[in-house]
């Protein structure tokens, strides 16, 4: 089954920042698209918008000018349902509700040819439970793209229970043919991406909750050390903490209430305020005009230690001997293994972080997991009220002698990234 001929005009129901995107997406891969939203005049601002964003592709000499004309001549606004006849695809970003859903594909399927391809972006919602109310539930597909649509390139195409194999190999193709890399998933709660992002969000707002660190702090861990490309509480004030909230809340439900999926009070709050993120101005950060960034904790400077002592085999911190060694501080090796850690010289211990808390034994500084230790530049630190002041400085400047920021957050199981990667790992 080949992907959809460009000469196939394609309808996207819904024009938000989501089915704008998806429209724009369909536009400059060649369809004629059709706009359509059940609010008067939505649908023609939202093909206006998408004007003015091909505008700046074109300034910014990412689309040429011709290619710009041409697929401003391909798109127009639909007034009523039935304009949308003739598409052999309708991809609808509507409201995130199964009723919803369930009343626009039943619509469509009186407007529609037999041949015609449903689509659904849902992102949290069961592809099954909205075919379940089709005549033909064979033809419809989850399309489930990501925001913003024409600049990420993941599509997960979803099989619900009753999805035939032509459909969803036609989307597969389709989303192929448009740019993106397409992944085909199962119908299971938050497909595979939402469903794996969710201790993401979890753990980061957990640590906040357990006053560990704050948000600001939070995020730069997660960037300079964990690698990740933005912090959790700025990529849900991106997305939106009601957008955010609300795909949890459904994946918990649809785990039946399972703890590893149990929503944030701290974020029910936000969106109860109705501090949305950068759409309202307001989220974790200021968004305002004249908002200032947050910044993050960061330990003053220390005296680095003259020597380790290397205890046992690090794991996956083991690059830091190397590290050490580079910066001018003796590595020495204790032959007899005694534990994976290192001694400092004020005898307090430095150990990778493993789920346990300093309080739990005499001084001992636990240091988080690295991506990638040589090219990370934050490194979290934690200890207890137990731990020697001396200890601690001489763990934050040997940190700091091999160029790294620290931040020292409170004492949390599991630190910041490596609780975020065991969780992770743990559903994927």
């Not at 089915?19 to 698209?33: C, K, N, S, W």
């Not at 595979?192 to 201790?199: E, F, G, H, L, T």
């Not at 004030?237 to 949890?248: A, F, R």
């Amino acid at each position: 089954m080949t992907a959809l001929d460009l000469s196939s005009p394609v309808a996207v129901v819904g024009t938000g920042t989501m089915g704008q995107g998806i429209a724009q997406v369909a536009l400059v891969a060649g369809h004629l698209v059709r706009l359509y939203d059940a609010a008067p005049g939505r649908a023609q601002d939202a093909a206006d918008a998408i004007g003015a964003r091909l505008d700046r592709l074109v300034e910014k000499d990412r689309l040429s000018a011709a290619d710009r004309d041409a697929a401003r001549a391909r798109l127009t606004a639909a007034a009523e349902l039935s304009d949308l006849a003739d598409c052999s695809l309708v991809v609808e970003a509507v409201l995130e509700r199964l009723d919803v859903k369930q009343e626009l594909f039943r619509a469509l399927e009186d407007v529609v040819g037999e041949d015609c391809l449903l689509a659904t972006n849902t992102s949290s919602l069961s592809v099954t439970a909205i075919g379940g109310a089709l005549r033909n539930p064979g033809r419809l597909v989850g399309l489930h793209f990501f925001n913003p649509a024409p600049l990420l390139p993941l599509v997960e195409v979803v099989s619900g229970f009753a999805t035939d194999v032509t459909s969803a190999t036609r989307a597969y193709e389709t989303a192929r043919a448009w740019g993106k890399t397409p992944v085909a998933c199962a119908d299971t709660p938050g497909f595979i991406v939402n469903r794996i992002a969710r201790p993401y969000y979890a753990e980061a707002f957990a640590v906040y909750e357990a006053q560990g660190a704050d948000p600001a702090t939070i995020d730069a861990v997660l960037r300079e050390s964990g690698g990740f490309k933005m912090g959790a509480f700025e990529l849900t004030d991106l997305i939106g903490q009601d957008v955010n909230e609300s795909v949890t809340h459904s994946v918990w439900q649809s785990f039946f209430q399972d703890v590893r999926f149990t929503p944030s009070l701290a974020q029910r709050r936000l969106v109860e305020s109705g501090r949305l993120g950068r759409k309202s101005g307001h989220g974790w950060y200021d968004h305002g005009p004249d908002a200032e960034p947050a910044e993050p904790h960061t330990a003053e400077p220390a005296q680095a230690p003259a020597y380790v002592v290397a205890e046992g085999d690090l794991g996956p911190a083991s690059e830091l001997l190397a590290l050490i060694r580079e910066a001018g501080i003796q590595v020495r090796e204790d032959e007899e293994d005694h534990g994976t850690r290192l001694v400092l010289p004020s005898g307090g211990q430095l150990a990778l972080a493993d789920g346990q808390t300093s309080v739990e034994f005499r001084d001992v500084v636990y240091f988080d997991l690295a991506l990638d230790y040589r090219r990370a530049t934050r490194i979290a630190l934690s200890a207890s009220q137990d731990t020697a002041p001396k200890t601690l400085a001489e763990a934050i400047g040997l940190f700091q002698a091999l160029g790294k920021d620290v931040s020292v957050i409170g004492d949390v199981p599991g630190m910041i990234v490596a609780r975020t990667v065991a969780r992770i790992v743990d559903l994927a």
